[in-house]
């Protein structure tokens, strides 16, 4: 594992604030990612990367990796002309001006997947596909979310909770001749998104994994019927897509599945710390410079505030990383413009001064990238590249 000593040599003289990348904990990661696929497929989400050089890297180190799960049209779009193959959207998509291209593109054989969850999808598509003469392939969303009585253990997305809500979109798509059915997916978000070894909180996690381990049966079992019910219909699927890097154990147990969706663990962000069945290294963060010190236990930062979306509670902040012992004030949190530091009583803590850096880490994966237009890449002690951003390559998706 790194020390502040070493990252703070490596990026000295470097203009903060700025994000990087440790090349030799993110090749661990995708070593140990591939590692989890067992024998089914990774698809790459893209949304937890936001970079086509890290997506290059990842795609380019082992056969495992096939596909890409985009999150819009546009962004589908730019990855395409960026030589990418196999593109799932992994959400729906509606407006004529995003879907057009992308049918262009299928016209000219790119392998490019909608997702669907109704009939209004399917109908969308199917005129718009018309108007360009292309027959276009879709993926039905299975909502995986599980409910018990008084309790919602999951999201909301997809209506399609079973076969009886999937038929009547599967006969629809089956009687088009603008669209066919491609594949299906299902995201068990209350296994994969939540952790279930959250520290100070033994007895949530008791329940999340008791909660975890029904819904693991239960997801399986909804999976496997919706894809034998297909088969029957005369629906045959290229591919049946499930989880997230916090499910891969579970997911690829499943043996109707033939591959899985994978994204935060290469970066290997704040949240995903808290699961029990894995761990993945910290590859990516950034820094910001000490500015301040309104008394001899705190540092003042300039910036930091770089939040995660979600329910806005205090795990989607950014957390000082290294050196070790730095907290954030539960009143302040990270800062727009200014972020102060609690310095705890560590033996080990260095004298910290003003133009020092502070080495954050960003609670969600993906949305690091919207802040920085590059990821200094470092490895084996030296920055060796700088790798583009979305944003640095002047791209915003959502
Ligand atoms: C449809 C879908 N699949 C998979 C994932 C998992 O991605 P990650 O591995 O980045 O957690 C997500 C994350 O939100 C998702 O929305």
């Given amino acids: 594992m790194p020390d502040y000593a070493t990252y703070k040599s490596i990026f000295a003289g470097i203009p903060m604030p700025y994000a990087f990348i ?7 990661n995708i070593r140990d990612i591939a590692k989890a696929a067992g024998n089914k497929k990774i698809r790459i989400a893209s949304k ?25 049209a546009k962004e589908a779009a730019f990855l395409a002309h960026e030589g990418f193959q196999d593109l799932l959207l992994g959400y729906p998509t509606w ?38 003469g292309v027959r276009v392939p879709v993926c039905l969303d299975i909502d995986m979310s599980a409910n018990y009585p008084g309790l919602r253990f999951g999201v909301w997305r997809s209506p399609l909770d079973g076969w009886d809500s999937v038929r009547p979109v599967a006969e629809r798509i089956q009687a088009s001749p603008w669209v066919r059915l491609d594949g299906i997916m299902g995201y068990e978000a209350q296994i994969a998104g939540v952790g279930d070894r959250v520290p100070g909180q033994a007895l949530k996690n008791a329940i999340v994994r008791y909660l975890k381990r029904r819904s693991v049966k239960d997801v399986a079992s909804r999976r496997e019927e919706v894809v034998s019910r297909l088969r029957e219909l005369g629906l045959p699927l290229r591919f049946v897509n499930a989880g997230g890097t ?9 043996k109707a599945v033939t591959e899985m969706t ?3 663990g290469f970066y290997s962000p704040l949240l995903f710390d808290n699961y029990r069945s894995f761990r993945y290294m910290p590859a990516a963060g950034f820094a910001v410079e000490i500015v301040r010190k309104p008394r001899r236990d705190i540092v003042t930062c300039l910036g930091g505030g770089y939040t995660a979306s979600g329910a806005a509670d205090g795990t989607k902040l950014p957390r000082p990383y290294l050196p070790a012992g730095l ?7 990270a800062g727009e413009v200014q972020t102060p530091l609690l310095i705890g009583k560590k033996a080990e803590m260095p004298d910290l001064n003003i133009g ?5 880490r960003h609670a969600k994966a993906g949305e690091l990238c919207e802040r920085f237009n590059c990821l200094y890449a470092i490895s084996d002690g030296s920055i060796v590249g700088e790798y583009a951003t979305y944003r640095g390559v002047g791209e915003n998706f959502l």
């Fill in 22 to 28: 440790d090349l030799d904990m993110l090749d661990r």
């Fill in 48 to 72: 937890s990367i936001r970079s086509v050089d890290v997506l290059r890297r990842i795609m380019r180190s082992d056969d495992v990796y096939e596909g890409v799960m985009c999150y819009t």
């Fill in 95 to 132: 407006d004529a001006q995003g879907v057009l291209p992308l049918i262009d593109l299928i016209g000219e054989g790119h392998v490019i997947t909608f997702m669907v969850d109704s009939i209004a999808h399917v109908e969308q598509l199917e005129r718009l596909a018309k108007r360009r």
């Fill in 246 to 254: 916090g499910s891969l154990a579970s997911s690829r147990t499943e």
């Fill in 262 to 264: 994978a994204g935060s």
């Fill in 327 to 333: 907290s954030l004030f539960p009143l302040e949190g």
């Fill in 356 to 360: 020092d850096p502070v080495f954050f």
